[in-house]
């Protein structure tokens, strides 16, 4: 009884632990999932399902109405507007849409000049997209009692009107807001995953935004949502390199340099097609699997194969792998209906992981066997494929830079070949590169606050100052800290990156749900590939219920 009810309800809050919530600068918020009250939500750019970017022009951001996204997108216009019928024309302001004398839908940027009969304005034209023909969205969130930024986001797997789908999801990690001089953005959610105290782990995340605002770095933690978040650690970690040089942590914190990383020369996946157009650099474009592909998809495992070549100095030793992935929206939305399998015994399922006992360890090498959440890097050798590390995901609302050291012993010729095997609708890849050089002299500095009050204005410098157990806890939705940090010199001609230290965990607001659904629990450890197949089942399943709803409307 105990393998098969306390060991596979291990498996799915252990998982969790391998989903990094860390923010860099793209974050997924679903625009339902804002409360108009509290926050403004922009579209700024969505993918199309044919891989078409369309970016909306700052005066006409995209929005939601009607089961379409609209907004202001294209290159600047001229075009003429009578003015016979509109009698105010000429005291337009920027950013009205106003209708040309061609029937196109246009908003002003600026008026060029008028006559007797019509005005003269350059402006950008209005699209209207169907949700069916959307792949991703990136948003930009705005709290307007804070102006709080949220800088742009993705949602991968959106297919059939699932902009809403995230407000469901949105039960991991504290949020984490750099000023950049002028306003708060949110740059982090950390320790994403830990959901109970033996999961409990620390990231290094960078902090893209963060700005020297008179001699203080000011960031800003926050609980919004509903679960009591357990902070043990908040350091920044400064970083100066020199000029022109990628720096990235790996999971231990160290920090690595990338002078020239390298894209593979060739990226194709299972049927043999070319990925290379969506894995060479770090853009709003990432691949993920073809929805022909899970659609057609048979047979117990639901693993792609993506394969990735790159060039290899003779004689080189080891590889500096630069990996920028996240799990999707789906993987995440998996999550939480992995969870709700467990029914009331959640709580013996975090007992046992807080144990960190035999269960723990079986969920670890499940975990790594399935990568649902963790994907083998295998490389190939003189003796075949071998597994040299481990790619950790994150998501969905980020695609974080991290660093992997490879050991290229026994690894022959001048091409390194490596190969992932994602399941299907899990992840998503933004770029890969490789680095064959030695890391640069970067120097590292940790800085415990100055100041951390939080919304009572109690003092947690102490609480925050390391990692003993000793946590400062936000167990209710809206609460906040703010921590300075003294800014410290640079040597001249350093460049300088920051990232945040954090360590914790977080419990979820949830009910018991009934009884634990043990029968398929048990199959995820007794039957290979089960979970990916349960995971894909019930996408498919879910689409089907979107596509049907929208039909009807």
């Known amino acids: 009884m105990y393998k098969k009810i306390v060991t596979p309800c291990t498996i799915f809050f252990f998982l969790l632990s391998s989903w990094s919530c860390s923010i860099k600068n793209k974050v997924w918020i679903a625009p339902d999932a804002v409360t108009p009250q509290e926050n403004s939500t922009d579209i700024v750019a969505i993918e199309t399902i044919s891989n078409e970017i369309i970016e909306f022009h700052k005066i006409g951001r995209g929005y939601l109405k009607d089961n379409e996204i609209w907004g202001l997108s294209g290159e600047p216009q001229t075009f003429e507007v009578l003015k016979t019928g509109n009698p105010i024309v000429r005291e337009l302001p920027s950013g ?138 908040f350091k920044l970690v400064v970083a100066d390199h020199d000029p022109g040089v990628k720096v990235a942590p790996d999971e231990n914190g160290i920090m690595h340099t990338f002078g020239d990383p390298q894209p593979p020369l060739h990226a194709v996946d299972q049927n043999n097609r070319d990925i290379l157009p969506y894995v060479a650099k770090t853009d709003w474009i990432s691949w993920e699997t073809e929805s022909d592909d899970l659609a057609n998809m048979a047979g117990p495992s639901t693993k792609g194969e993506l394969l990735f070549e790159f060039a290899k100095p003779a004689g080189a030793a080891m590889a500096k792998v630069l990996f920028n992935g996240r799990n999707t929206l789906w993987a995440s939305q998996m999550v939480k209906r992995y969870l709700e399998l467990h029914g009331q015994n959640i709580a013996s399922c ?89 890391d640069n002299l970067v120097q590292v500095r940790y800085l415990a606050a100055v100041e951390a009050l939080d919304d009572s204005g109690r003092d947690i410098r102490a609480v925050l100052n390391s990692t003993d157990q000793n946590y400062y806890v936000m167990p209710q939705k809206g609460m906040r800290a703010d921590l300075a940090f003294a800014v410290p010199p640079r040597q001249p001609g350093k460049e300088r990156t920051v990232f945040a230290k954090v360590g914790g965990y977080y419990d979820i607001h949830m009910e018991a749900l009934g009884d634990p659904q043990t029968t398929v629990l048990s199959r995820f450890l007794s039957e290979p590939g089960f979970a990916g197949r349960y995971g894909l089942d019930e996408y498919l399943q879910w689409k089907k219920e979107l596509e049907e709803k929208n039909q009807k409307k």
């Open 350 to 438: 975090y007992a046992a992981l807080n144990r960190k006992g035999m269960a723990y360890e079986m969920t670890k090498k499940w975990n790594l066997e399935e990568e649902l959440y963790q994907l083998q890097i295998r490389v190939e050798t003189q003796n075949g494929w071998e597994t040299r590390g481990v790619f950790t995901g994150g998501g969905p609302f980020i695609s974080e830079d991290k660093a992997y050291i490879i050991d290229l012993a026994g690894v022959p010729g001048e091409a390194l070949r490596i190969r992932l095997t994602p399941p299907a609708a899990f992840w998503a890849i933004n770029s890969i590169a490789v680095d064959y050089s030695a």
């Open 96 to 233: 009205q849409i106003v209708k040309a004398a061609d029937g196109r839908k246009m908003g002003i940027l600026r008026k060029i000049k008028e006559d007797k009969e019509k005005v003269i304005y350059e402006g950008i034209p209005q699209v209207r997209v169907p949700l069916s023909e959307i792949k991703q969205v990136y948003l930009r969130k705005t709290n307007t009692g804070m102006s709080i930024l949220a800088s742009l986001g993705v949602v991968a797997g959106v297919i059939l009107g699932g902009l809403g789908l995230v407000a469901a999801l949105k039960e991991s990690c504290p949020f984490v807001y750099s000023f950049d001089g002028k306003e708060f953005i949110f740059d982090a959610e950390p320790y994403g995953g830990a959901t109970c105290q033996g999961l409990q782990r620390t990231e290094w995340v960078e902090l893209e935004h963060l700005k020297n605002d008179k001699g203080i770095y000011r960031v800003r933690l926050t609980n919004e949502v509903e679960e009591t978040q357990y902070t043990d650690e």
